[in-house]
């Protein structure tokens, strides 16, 4: 069962975090939704996180890690909001599993076909030597030279904790990841279309939506609506998280 944790009463809202991501990214927002009558539950996916690590990284698990964990917790229909390797885990699932999605935010990914692009932040991960029991410091230090944008290297850092006294290491499942990575860019089927009401979110900065991925987009999701968020690169929800619950709100309250 994936790790969660669930905040607030009323209708139930599942939050899918991205690629190498936690629930803990989620954690203001979470409470914002949760004041707003939504019972709130951030997921961390397999080999992220709290939750567990697997041989299988697909996005056909990440479905089912999905429908199990709505069923075991009896939420029926559900609100999802699914950025990035989150959205297309999200999208997956509504084809599959229409019945237990009501409304379905995407935020800043489309169904297309993504070319694998994580190199940088692995090859980054990888330099790491957790055996000689390095820092936090230490840790990112030997990051910033494979990745200059202090950003990034502080989402990651996020992954760190205390293994043992003294002893660092990542949650996440990185020899997996680095195997399977390329499963992340996975398309939707051709033929895989879902008809309930879709919000895609996009940043203004950002390239993964970009006016000729619409076609396709509506070709999958009919009843869709797209919103671009400003002052914001793929990171929408951190990087402008006012304008982005304004528009998830708009939509999942409607």
Do not use: C
Request: charged content about 20%; aromatic content about 12%; proline content about 6%.
């Amino acid at each position: 069962m994936l790790y969660s944790k669930i905040e607030g009463e009323g209708k139930p809202l599942v939050i899918v975090h991205g690629f190498m991501g936690m629930s803990d990214n989620w954690k203001t927002l979470s409470g914002q939704y949760a004041a707003k009558g939504f019972q709130v539950h951030a997921v961390d996916m397999r080999n992220h996180g709290r939750s567990f690590h697997s041989d299988i990284f697909t996005y056909a698990a990440m479905v089912e890690d999905l429908a199990q964990y709505i069923n075991f917790n009896k939420l029926e229909k559900a609100d999802i909001i699914g950025h990035s390797m989150g959205g297309k885990a999200a999208m997956f699932f509504a084809i599959k599993y229409p019945q237990l999605l009501n409304k379905l935010v995407v935020a800043d990914i489309g169904p297309q076909y993504y070319p694998p692009h994580h190199q940088d932040v692995l090859g980054a991960l990888n330099a790491v030597d957790f055996t000689t029991k390095p820092s936090r410091g230490e840790v990112e230090a030997v990051m910033a030279q494979h990745l200059p944008d202090a950003g990034t290297r502080q989402f990651l850092m996020k992954n760190l904790y205390w293994v043992e006294p003294g002893q660092l290491g990542f949650r996440i499942n990185l020899p997996v990841f680095n195997e399977q990575v390329g499963n992340i860019g996975e398309a939707l089927p051709d033929d895989a279309v879902y008809n309930g009401p879709v919000l895609f979110l996009r940043g203004d900065r950002s390239k993964y939506i970009r006016q000729e991925d619409l076609p396709l987009i509506a070709k999958h999701f009919p009843q869709y609506e797209l919103k671009t968020v400003t002052n914001s690169g793929h990171w929408i929800h951190a990087e402008n998280p006012q304008e982005f619950l304004q528009y998830t709100l708009e939509f999942l309250t409607a």
